[in-house]
């Protein structure tokens, strides 16, 4: 990356553009990925710079007053931030875990990337060696990155309450575990669903995987965090594929050594899904 | 790897930024247990003086509040957000008080944290220390200038041009010199990682 791009990201960072220079900077981000991911570092160091200075506590009495200026009632704001589209997500988002235990498993990057919207959303049936590929076009069209989530997490949630009306067919019980994966490859983000799952082994983690079949890579989309219970709705994002020509995407799960460092690829054995896919 | 904790903090927080953007007052308290104390030395390194930086976090949080709903994650993390308000308030304030001298990075830290404190430096556990040691250590790697002009970016109120005027450098100089700061610290913090 050159100094000069660099130098803009340091800026954006310290907020140190001007308007202008910020909103151009802003527009970039949307469809330059390594650029976005250089700012997310940037941040978390500056972020690390601030949470390490010398530490002190806000007085005591300060909450109050702040809830004192702010008003008891909520703020004329809130009709408009009904209407955001964020605010949208994210009440979907609280929905949800109040509904279906949604857990967030990896978080690459928030700044979701403009997404194609001729390329379908898959679905995957996970079984133990197995997998099953369906597509499933947008409806609708829907324009621009928020618009594609709310649908991705609004399918996810309706095939949670309602498996009977997924599009791939999987046994209907299965001791070692069942499960399976809506992706949006537009956008990189999706939502795995556990419904019968063992508890892992001591000293091992589940890990999920996504293979592009056409090159051969291969991207970490989190650790499906560990839970009593054998099922769950998890979000997951990955990194954006590199390849040129990406083929068709397959997903599985791994039980890693939770003690290993590195997981730049998986060396357990699969428990759901299939690696050759 | 992917950060799991980390990112699970961000989103946890983006969570909290958006239901106070629809009126949730928990969501508010939940967020202010979070960033109060962070913020609020931020404030106390930026104008050195705690009376000061409680009526400037007072007012930063009141914003925060105020501007939830405008939040994007997209455009950036959640605690980057608030701190970008949090300077923004400061700045303001000491524009205005213009007549105060500027901290001197790195000396005035100590000078704050010994001169000010009132026995409530919660940063005390072993775990904290070390992660200090560990930015100190980062920023004893980065060459001063860039470290001089980075801070000064950071921790107080001088635009570029006023930066270039006190290092006595063009201020093309001075944003080459911002940018080595980041980019040097963010490689010593990542080849000093353990």
Partial sequence: MIAKTQELACLYVLDELSPNERAAFE?????????????????SILEERVRELPQHEAPRALLERVEARIGRRAEPETARAMQAPWAVIARWGIAA????????IAVQNLRRP??????PLLIVGLEPHQSTLAELPMTGQPQGADARFIQLASLAEQYWEKPEDLPVKMAPTSQDGRGYALFDPGSN???????????????KRYHLWVLDTATGQIREAGVIPAADQARGLYFFSVAPDTAANSGRLGFFVTAEDSSAKATDKPRGKVVLGDRTF | MPSVSNSETVVEEAC???????GDRDAFRELYGRYSSPLFSLAVRMVGDFGQAEELVQDTF??????????????????????????????????????????????????VT?????????????????????????????????????????????????????????????????????????KAITEGAP
């Fill in chain 1, 114 to 119: 403009a997404s194609p919207a001729e390329r």
């Fill in chain 1, 97 to 104: 875990v109040i509904a279906v235990a949604v857990s967030i």
């Fill in chain 2, 62 to 111: 009141v914003k925060i509040w105020r501007n939830a709903s405008a939040f994007d994650p997209r455009k950036s993390r959640p605690f980057t957000w608030a701190v970008t308000i949090a300077r923004r308030t400061c700045i303001d304030h000491l524009r205005k008080r213009r007549h105060q001298p500027v901290t001197t990075p790195f000396v005035a830290e100590e000078a």
């Fill in chain 1, 189 to 203: 983000q999706g939502f795995i669903a556990i419904r019968q799952l063992p508890t892992a082994a001591d000293g």
């Fill in chain 1, 27 to 43: 527009a970039r981000l949307d469809n330059d990925a390594p650029l976005a991911a250089l700012v997310l570092e940037l941040e």
């Fill in chain 2, 114 to 186: 010994h001169g000010l404190a009132t026995g409530e430096n919660v940063r005390s556990s072993a775990e904290g220390r070390e992660d200090v040691e560990r930015l100190r250590g980062a920023l004893a790697e980065v060459p001063s200038n860039p470290r001089r002009a980075l801070e000064l970016v950071l921790f107080t109120e001088l635009t570029q041009s006023e930066i270039a005027e006190r290092l006595q450098q063009p201020e093309g100089t001075v944003k080459s010199w911002i940018r080595r700061g980041l980019i040097d610290l963010r």
């Fill in chain 2, 16 to 22: 909290l930024i958006a239901r106070m953007g629809v």
